[in-house]
């Protein structure tokens, strides 16, 4: 995602090259050109890094909603702590490593330096023209992706997962995982230089957060009584759907800033173009999905799901993430169709597989990320299939290596798993203590 470039210098250059022999007026003229030109990029791109910064942000309200409402009464509490826990956690860890370790001394390698004493941003008062933004807008956009990758596992592995080893998998997802994974092609790593593309985080965001996400889900094992003896699937129903939809939403306004500051640059008329495309491929994908997702559940189950069509506009995002530019919007619209059919189908067979995953976040993160990211050369001539698996592949080892191991050095040190009990009582009360329903869910009023 991270790109080092002043796409005003083109306009500035040719200002220079047109006055340079024209006498030291004109050129004094050309200076001061280039220097108006230098300062308004620089101004517009770090607002496009602000404002696709909070959108961003906005997303972990949308994934703390989305949770809310998918789990039961008895649980809510827990999801909306474990979400303000891991932004907080995220964003301690991206400055004091992660940053440096994805932007810092990659030079074409698996990760940048190493360091503890966080990241440095510009003087007060100061500037990086050189750079064409803001490093603190730079650094507040790039750590909001990385809370979304934590969240996504927050969801899957719901109601059985204790808070403090919860939150010692997201210290070192958000500070060593996803950096060191980030680094590879945002930060102009090896698979950059292999050709791998990415625009915006279909497989770096969101399948690294799905794989993470996975292997939680089957070392903890399924929710007590999900999976009956004889292969029933029993139904856990979610406690909001209202919430749930309200946090649909939200994520799909945030994405808006997730694909289009994912353009890096404001400063130019074709940059604030193509912005603008992506911001209605995004849309366009989205109701894609929702719309695919409607008709194959009919015509598959003979009713429909509002949970599905959730998932359905979420997998729709996650789908057009890799390359939201370069695709026609009728291209937009069935990649992101693709995704939901993809939630139609995956979470039927993760139960077959009795795989647990509370929010449906595999199928939406994980196989519409990889689907998103095979679809690239559809529509962008500069991406090839071979480099593409080459990626997917990667950092599907990598996650899940790397992922397994911390999961099971929890789990045989302090364990990972409440009791039966707490887990029937409900993590409000076991683990938080603050029940988000008291009145509906253990009948106190």
């Given at each position: 995602?991270?790109?080092?470039?002043?796409k005003?210098?083109?306009?500035?250059?040719?200002?220079?090259?047109?006055?340079?022999?024209?006498g030291?007026?004109l050129?004094q003229?050309a200076?001061?050109a280039?220097?108006v030109a230098?300062?308004?990029?620089?101004?517009?791109?770090?607002?496009l890094?602000l404002?696709g910064?909070?959108?961003?942000?906005?997303?972990?309200?949308?994934?703390?909603?989305?949770?809310?409402?998918?789990?039961?009464?008895?649980?809510?509490?827990?999801?909306?702590l474990?979400?303000?826990?891991?932004?907080?956690?995220a964003?301690?860890?991206?400055y004091?490593?992660?940053?440096?370790?994805m932007?810092t001394?990659v030079?074409?390698?698996v990760?940048?330096?190493?360091?503890?004493f966080g990241?440095?941003?510009d003087?007060?008062?100061?500037n990086?023209?050189d750079t064409?933004?803001?490093?603190?807008?730079?650094?507040?956009?790039?750590?909001?992706?990385?809370a979304?990758?934590?969240?996504i596992?927050?969801?899957?592995i719901?109601e059985?997962?204790?808070?403090?080893?919860?939150?010692?998998?997201?210290?070192?997802l958000?500070?060593?995982?996803?950096?060191?994974?980030g680094?590879?092609?945002?930060g102009?790593?090896?698979?950059?230089e292999?050709?791998?593309?990415?625009?915006a985080?279909?497989?770096?965001v969101?399948?690294v957060?799905?794989?993470?996400?996975?292997?939680?889900a089957?070392i903890?094992?399924?929710?007590?009584?999900?999976?009956?003896?004889d292969?029933r699937?029993?139904?856990?129903?979610?406690s909001?759907?209202?919430?749930?939809?309200?946090?649909?939403f939200?994520?799909?306004l945030?994405?808006?800033?997730?694909?289009?500051a994912?353009q890096?640059?404001?400063?130019?008329?074709?940059d604030?173009s193509?912005?603008?495309r992506?911001?209605?491929?995004?849309?366009?994908?989205a109701a894609g999905g929702?719309?695919?997702?409607?008709?194959?559940?009919?015509?598959?189950?003979?009713?429909?799901d509002v949970?599905?069509?959730l998932?359905?506009?979420?997998a729709?995002l996650?789908?057009?993430?890799?390359?939201?530019?370069?695709?026609?919007?009728?291209?937009a619209?069935?990649?992101?169709?693709?995704g939901?059919?993809?939630?139609?189908?995956?979470v039927?067979?993760?139960?077959?597989?009795?795989?647990?995953?509370?929010v449906?976040a595999?199928?939406v993160?994980?196989?519409?990320?990889?689907?998103?990211?095979?679809?690239?050369?559809?529509?962008?001539?500069?991406?090839?299939?071979?480099?593409?698996?080459?990626?997917?592949?990667?950092?599907?080892?990598?996650?899940?290596?790397f992922?397994a191991?911390?999961?099971?050095?929890?789990?045989?040190?302090i364990?990972?798993?409440?009791?039966?009990?707490?887990?029937a009582?409900?993590l409000?009360?076991?683990?938080?203590g603050?029940?988000?329903?008291?009145?509906?869910?253990f009948?106190?009023?």
């Open positions: 995602m991270k790109r080092l470039f002043n005003s210098a083109g306009v500035a250059g040719v200002l220079l090259a047109t006055t340079a022999f024209a030291p007026s050129a003229d200076v001061t280039e220097s230098a300062n308004s990029a620089y101004i517009f791109n770090t607002l890094f404002i910064g909070f959108l961003v942000m906005f997303m972990a309200a949308g994934f703390a909603m989305l949770e809310a409402g998918l789990v039961r009464a008895k649980n809510v509490s827990m999801q909306c474990k979400n303000i826990a891991l932004y907080s956690i964003g301690l860890m991206y004091w490593i992660g940053y440096n370790l932007y001394g030079d074409g390698g990760m940048g330096t190493f360091s503890l990241y440095g941003f003087d007060v008062g100061g990086a023209l064409g933004y803001s490093t603190a807008s730079d650094w507040f956009f790039q750590m909001a992706f990385v979304a990758t934590a969240s596992v927050s969801g899957t719901a059985r997962v204790k808070l403090w080893p919860f939150l010692i998998f997201t210290v070192v958000t500070g060593i995982m996803y950096p060191i994974s680094s590879w092609h945002w102009a790593g090896f698979l950059k292999a050709g791998f593309n990415d625009f985080g279909s497989t770096i969101h399948s957060g799905g794989w993470a996400a996975l292997t939680g089957i903890l094992g399924a929710r007590k009584g999900k999976y009956s003896a292969g699937v029993v139904p856990m129903v979610g909001n759907i209202p919430l749930a939809t309200l946090g649909t939200i994520l799909w945030g994405w808006f800033g997730f694909n289009g994912s890096l640059a404001m400063g130019t008329i074709g604030v193509d912005v603008s992506i911001f209605a491929n995004t849309n366009l994908a929702v719309v695919a997702t409607l008709i194959v559940m009919q015509f598959v189950y003979g009713k429909l949970t599905m069509a998932n359905g506009a979420l729709g996650v789908s057009i993430t890799a390359e939201p530019l370069t695709p026609s919007p009728l291209a619209v069935a990649i992101g169709a693709v939901g059919v993809i939630v139609v189908f995956a039927p067979l993760l139960d077959k597989l009795k795989i647990d995953d509370v449906g595999i199928p993160h994980l196989l519409a990320g990889i689907w998103g990211t095979l679809a690239v050369p559809l529509t962008n001539s500069g991406a090839n299939f071979g480099a593409q698996i080459y990626g997917i592949a990667a950092y599907a080892v990598f996650t899940v290596v992922s191991v911390i999961w099971l050095a929890l789990k045989y040190t364990g990972i798993r409440v009791s039966e009990e707490e887990e009582n409900g409000d009360r076991s683990e938080i603050v029940e988000a329903y008291p009145e509906f869910t009948g106190r009023g």
